[in-house]
């Protein structure tokens, strides 16, 4: 079964052992279960330690002022050093304003691998395209 099914563990198949009827421990199915030969691929915290000088995230929020007027927030951070690369404010936030922001951020140089945002709805096509024309790989987050 473990041959099979390789990413179940001991648990998951000592319980699909007790459904079928099969009385047997979880450190007997532990024991016998056949062993990866070859090493796991690297996790999240590995790929982020090789690749953090060419990781950027970046996120749109919101600002109240106190005449209860809206300003919207934009940040571009860097993962290397963790330094803030860029930091913008506009009332009205387009998707042409944030490719604007993108580029004035990291120069035509020293423009990130990867680029780490949310789902939001202000990041339009003008945005991706310009992403995709300096090299940047667009990378949004998991729908929550």
């Given at each position: 079964?473990?041959?099979?099914?390789?990413?179940?563990?001991?648990?998951?198949?000592?319980?699909?052992?007790?459904?079928?009827?099969?009385?047997?421990?979880?450190?007997?199915?532990?024991?016998?279960?056949?062993?990866?030969?070859?090493?796991?691929?690297?996790?999240?915290?590995?790929?982020?330690?090789?690749?953090?000088?060419?990781?950027?995230?970046?996120?749109?929020?919101?600002?109240?002022?106190?005449?209860?007027?809206?300003?919207?927030?934009?940040?571009?951070?860097?993962?290397?050093?963790?330094?803030?690369?860029?930091?913008?404010?506009?009332?009205?936030?387009?998707?042409?304003?944030?490719?604007?922001?993108?580029?004035?951020?990291?120069?035509w140089e020293q423009a990130p691998c990867y680029?780490?945002?949310?789902?939001?709805?202000?990041y339009g096509e003008v945005f991706i395209r310009?992403?995709?024309?300096?090299?940047i790989r667009d990378r949004p987050t998991s729908?929550?």
């Amino acid at each position: 079964m473990s041959i099979a099914n390789p990413l179940w563990g001991a648990p998951r198949i000592h319980g699909e052992l007790l459904k079928l009827g099969i009385e047997i421990g979880q450190t007997s199915v532990a024991k016998y279960m056949v062993r990866r030969r070859h090493p796991p691929s690297q996790g999240w915290r590995t790929f982020i330690r090789n690749h953090a000088d060419g990781i950027a995230a970046m996120d749109l929020f919101v600002v109240p002022t106190i005449s209860f007027r809206l300003l919207y927030g934009f940040l571009i951070m860097g993962h290397g050093r963790r330094h803030i690369l860029w930091f913008g404010v506009t009332a009205h936030p387009t998707a042409e304003w944030i490719a604007n922001q993108v580029t004035e951020a990291c120069g035509w140089e020293q423009a990130p691998c990867y680029l780490i945002r949310d789902r939001d709805g202000a990041y339009g096509e003008v945005f991706i395209r310009r992403l995709r024309s300096r090299g940047i790989r667009d990378r949004p987050t998991s729908p929550s």
